[in-house]
Protein backbone atom coordinates (compact mmCIF):
# COMPACT_ATOMS: atom_id res chain seq x y z
CA UNK A 1 0.00 0.00 0.00
CA UNK A 2 1.53 3.19 -0.64
CA UNK A 3 0.45 6.43 1.20
CA UNK A 4 0.39 9.93 -0.39
CA UNK A 5 0.48 12.78 1.34
CA UNK A 6 0.38 16.22 -0.29
CA UNK A 7 1.45 19.73 1.19
CA UNK A 8 1.75 23.19 0.36
CA UNK A 9 -1.62 24.63 -0.10
CA UNK A 10 -2.76 27.57 1.30
CA UNK A 11 -4.40 31.32 0.32
CA UNK A 12 -2.60 33.56 -1.82
CA UNK A 13 -3.31 36.55 -4.06
CA UNK A 14 -3.90 36.39 -7.78
CA UNK A 15 -0.43 36.84 -8.95
CA UNK A 16 0.83 34.82 -5.98
CA UNK A 17 3.09 31.46 -6.30
CA UNK A 18 2.85 28.37 -4.29
CA UNK A 19 4.86 24.90 -4.12
CA UNK A 20 2.69 21.58 -3.51
CA UNK A 21 4.40 18.43 -2.62
CA UNK A 22 3.39 15.29 -2.71
CA UNK A 23 5.41 12.93 -1.09
CA UNK A 24 5.24 8.95 -1.28
CA UNK A 25 5.59 6.60 1.60
CA UNK A 26 6.40 3.43 -0.92
CA UNK A 27 10.22 3.71 -1.00
CA UNK A 28 10.64 2.15 -4.25
CA UNK A 29 8.51 3.63 -6.55
CA UNK A 30 9.95 2.78 -9.81
CA UNK A 31 7.41 2.19 -12.57
CA UNK A 32 5.18 4.73 -11.40
CA UNK A 33 3.45 7.64 -13.14
CA UNK A 34 2.69 10.79 -11.19
CA UNK A 35 -0.51 13.11 -11.67
CA UNK A 36 -1.58 16.51 -10.37
CA UNK A 37 -5.71 16.62 -10.13
CA UNK A 38 -7.35 19.65 -9.15
CA UNK A 39 -11.29 19.81 -7.77
CA UNK A 40 -13.34 23.20 -6.90
CA UNK A 41 -16.82 22.47 -5.50
CA UNK A 42 -18.85 22.13 -8.07
CA UNK A 43 -16.89 21.34 -10.67
CA UNK A 44 -15.25 17.95 -12.04
CA UNK A 45 -11.92 17.11 -11.42
CA UNK A 46 -9.06 18.01 -13.65
CA UNK A 47 -6.71 16.54 -14.70
CA UNK A 48 -3.34 19.52 -14.61
CA UNK A 49 0.21 17.34 -14.85
CA UNK A 50 1.57 14.23 -15.20
CA UNK A 51 5.04 12.56 -14.60
CA UNK A 52 7.27 9.45 -15.02
CA UNK A 53 8.94 8.53 -12.20
CA UNK A 54 11.70 6.69 -13.82
CA UNK A 55 11.70 9.10 -17.00
CA UNK A 56 13.14 12.10 -17.53
CA UNK A 57 11.65 15.23 -19.50
CA UNK A 58 8.52 13.16 -19.51
CA UNK A 59 6.29 16.15 -17.91
CA UNK A 60 3.13 16.88 -19.54
CA UNK A 61 0.41 19.62 -18.60
CA UNK A 62 -3.38 20.67 -19.31
CA UNK A 63 -3.62 23.35 -21.21
CA UNK A 64 -4.56 25.98 -18.94
CA UNK A 65 -1.58 25.36 -17.01
CA UNK A 66 0.80 25.14 -19.08
CA UNK A 67 3.31 28.47 -18.93
CA UNK A 68 2.76 28.80 -15.53
CA UNK A 69 2.41 25.34 -13.66
CA UNK A 70 5.95 23.00 -13.76
CA UNK A 71 5.34 19.62 -12.45
CA UNK A 72 9.11 18.28 -10.97
CA UNK A 73 10.51 15.46 -8.97
CA UNK A 74 12.78 14.60 -6.60
CA UNK A 75 13.21 10.68 -6.48
CA UNK A 76 15.67 10.34 -3.53
CA UNK A 77 12.89 12.21 -1.55
CA UNK A 78 9.75 9.88 -2.80
CA UNK A 79 8.59 13.57 -3.94
CA UNK A 80 6.58 15.08 -6.65
CA UNK A 81 6.40 18.92 -6.72
CA UNK A 82 3.61 20.86 -8.53
CA UNK A 83 5.16 24.60 -8.80
CA UNK A 84 2.33 27.39 -9.42
CA UNK A 85 3.10 31.03 -10.82
CA UNK A 86 0.94 33.41 -12.07
CA UNK A 87 -2.06 31.92 -9.54
CA UNK A 88 -5.68 33.23 -10.10
CA UNK A 89 -8.86 33.32 -8.80
CA UNK A 90 -9.56 30.25 -10.85
CA UNK A 91 -6.98 28.16 -9.74
CA UNK A 92 -8.45 27.75 -6.48
CA UNK A 93 -9.43 24.16 -5.47
CA UNK A 94 -8.52 21.17 -3.60
CA UNK A 95 -5.12 19.54 -5.53
CA UNK A 96 -4.64 15.85 -5.49
CA UNK A 97 -1.99 13.71 -6.48
CA UNK A 98 -1.94 10.64 -7.98
CA UNK A 99 -0.41 7.64 -8.43
CA UNK A 100 -0.73 4.67 -11.30
CA UNK A 101 1.76 1.83 -12.37
CA UNK A 102 2.79 2.25 -15.70
CA UNK A 103 3.90 4.82 -18.16
CA UNK A 104 1.86 8.24 -18.63
CA UNK A 105 1.16 7.78 -22.07
CA UNK A 106 -0.43 4.74 -21.46
CA UNK A 107 -2.86 6.85 -19.38
CA UNK A 108 -6.46 7.44 -20.72
CA UNK A 109 -8.47 10.24 -19.25
CA UNK A 110 -11.14 8.20 -16.52
CA UNK A 111 -8.98 5.70 -15.85
CA UNK A 112 -8.99 5.61 -12.34
CA UNK A 113 -5.63 6.12 -9.64
CA UNK A 114 -3.84 3.19 -8.10
CA UNK A 115 -3.49 5.61 -4.84
CA UNK A 116 -4.68 8.88 -3.80
CA UNK A 117 -3.45 11.31 -1.77
CA UNK A 118 -6.26 13.47 0.36
CA UNK A 119 -5.53 16.43 -0.97
CA UNK A 120 -4.17 20.15 -0.12
CA UNK A 121 -6.42 23.20 -0.52
CA UNK A 122 -5.60 25.73 -2.68
CA UNK A 123 -7.63 29.21 -2.46
CA UNK A 124 -6.46 32.65 -4.51
CA UNK A 125 -7.98 35.73 -4.08
CA UNK A 126 -8.04 38.45 -6.55
Known amino acids: QVELVESGGDSVQAGGSLRLSCVASEYTWNGYCMFWFRQAPGREREEIASINIDRENSATYADFVKGRFTVDKDNAKNTVYLQMNSLKPEDTATYRC??????????????????WGKGTLVTISS
Open 98 to 115: GALQGLCTDYNSGDEMDY
